[in-house]
């Protein structure tokens, strides 16, 4: 391929990611979802204007390093230590229910695998896929129903982060159970070394840039190092951990989310992830997307797994909330309020196609998903918001 075909690519996926973009905007649903319809549409699937190369791929894994990076910047470690145990037990709950509904789901089309073999540990993913909570989507409706200060509506961000965290874990686990060299005690034993190593070195790093961040604010040099240091916790949690690289970049975000310039940093990866590497991200989720070998099976697999998804979502963190003393209600609210799913679940499944345990047909299970909970969500939490009109906010 010859290197001048790699910016006619780009322009078209900036272009074809912006447009659609604006009008999933215009119909009430992420901007995500349009770069992902972008990406199917000048795909080979369709368009054909744009075929997947080793570049896009590169391209796409830097991208989805700086979204969990900025993903671990935006953590509010206060908010997160404030909810407690309560969050906590509803994340939990609302990551082990998706996980073992989405793994019977799978083994329910193809058969109950023996475990540790390939089809168990594949089962066991599109669990994991499950698992993560996109928020921004439920945030923005509670904020227009002015609920996001109350308990329910606190609760849910702080819950949302755990989720997210838990997901993580949960995904280098199982990435590092699938390769046949491995054995259970050497995964959980790096796991283990790798977070006791990025406490105490992320301890070390956090003190020298809230030094530097006191000494230089809002100076370019603190986000050069920033990015540095995200590629560097990338590099180290694959290379020497055997860790999915995003889990690196997403503590290094964390790494860093407590120093005063945290927000500043966020915003200036966010010019480059933004304009180039985002798109490109999504769009390539779109282009590895394969509609032309959508099966009747696959897609009946489709509509199961958006269903299992989202039940499984309000059960385990609705069921929790309601054990640590939430009425029925709220619990409700809480349950439907971390069904959404984004950007993780993304990531999450473009790992999985990378390292084999995901096919490029299921990305439509994928897809649909995102957008099913990106439009229910806001429109049932208004519901149930309705029906308590006259309940004061701080009683929510």
């Not at 969990?68 to 609302?94: D, H, Q």
Request: aromatic fraction near 10%.
């Amino acid at each position: 391929m010859e290197t001048y075909y790699i910016f006619k690519d780009l322009a078209i996926i900036i272009i074809f990611a912006k447009l659609c973009g604006i009008l999933a905007r215009k119909c009430k649903a992420p901007q995500v979802v349009g770069e992902i319809i972008a990406g199917l549409l000048i795909g080979p699937s369709v368009l054909g204007l744009v075929q997947q190369s080793d570049f896009l791929t590169r391209m796409a894994e830097i991208g989805v390093v700086l979204l969990m990076f900025s993903a671990g910047l935006e953590t509010n470690l206060k908010e997160l230590m404030k909810t407690g145990p309560v969050a906590l037990l509803i994340a939990c709950s609302g990551v082990f229910v998706p996980l073992l509904g989405g793994s019977l789901l799978y083994m329910g089309f193809y058969g109950v695998a023996p475990w540790g073999s390939e089809e168990f540990y594949k089962a066991v993913f599109i669990g994991v896929i499950m698992t993560a909570t996109s928020v921004s989507i439920t945030v923005q409706s509670l904020k227009e129903m002015g609920k996001l200060q109350g308990k329910v509506g606190t609760t849910i961000l702080s819950a949302a982060i755990i989720d997210d965290v838990i997901g993580i874990i949960v995904l280098t686990f199982v990435i590092g159970f699938k390769n046949p060299d491995s054995n259970p005690g050497s995964v959980v034993f790096s796991t283990v070394l790798f977070f006791i190593m990025a406490l105490v070195v992320g301890f070390i790093v956090y003190k020298v840039f809230k030094k530097l961040d006191e000494r230089y604010p809002h100076t370019q040099r603190i986000p050069i190092l920033g990015l540095a240091l995200c590629f560097f916790f990338a590099y180290a949690a694959e290379r020497y951990f055997g860790i999915a690289d995003i889990t690196g970049a997403y503590v290094a975000g964390i790494v860093l989310c407590s120093i005063q310039d945290s927000s500043y940093i966020d915003r200036k990866m966010e010019v480059s992830s933004y304009i180039i590497f985002g798109p490109v991200f999504f769009a390539s989720i779109g282009l590895k997307t394969s509609i032309d070998n959508v099966s009747m099976g696959i897609l009946l697999f489709s509509i199961g797994f958006v269903l299992v998804a989202l039940i499984t979502k309000i059960i385990g963190c609705g069921l929790m909330a309601r054990i640590c003393r939430f009425g029925f209600q709220d619990s409700l609210k809480i349950g439907v309020g971390m069904m959404t799913r984004g950007e993780v679940a993304l990531i999450v499944a473009q790992k999985g196609l990378s390292v084999g345990l995901l096919t490029a047909e299921y990305f439509t299970a994928v897809i649909l998903l995102i957008i099913v909970s990106s439009i229910s969500t806001p429109i049932i939490l208004k519901l149930l918001y309705a029906k308590d009109k006259s309940v004061p906010q701080n009683a929510s």
